[in-house]
């Protein structure tokens, strides 16, 4: 099985995760979403995936069963849209994405 990661946030740290997941088998990174979309198209475009300027736009674009959440003020604003899409938490604990899972 291979597990589909969305990457939010494409900054500076994202390059080390994009080293990471190569090296992974059975994980791979399908879509990059940041809220400065010149940053997610140019990681997006580098990996040859879906990009978006959200989290939820990711999340209405491609299927996903985690998500890597890479700054805190994202994470906080992520991290609920990823809970309601699952349906439930309190946000102070990361999901996974798929439902049902």
């Not at 849209?81 to 604990?93: C, H, K, S, Y």
Request: aromatic share 2%; glycine share 18%; net charge negative.
């Amino acid at each position: 099985m291979t597990l589909r990661f969305g990457l939010v946030g494409a900054g500076g740290i994202a390059r080390t995760y994009v080293d990471v997941f190569d090296g992974l088998d059975g994980a791979h990174i399908v879509g990059v979403a940041d809220s400065d979309q010149g940053a997610a198209h140019r990681l997006g475009g580098l990996l040859g995936v879906r990009t978006a300027g959200s989290c939820e736009e990711l999340l209405r674009v491609v299927e996903l069963d985690a998500a890597l959440i890479q700054r805190l003020a994202v994470q906080q604003r992520a991290t609920g849209a990823v809970l309601e899409l699952v349906g439930g938490g309190d946000g102070d604990e990361l999901r996974p994405v798929a439902p049902g899972r």
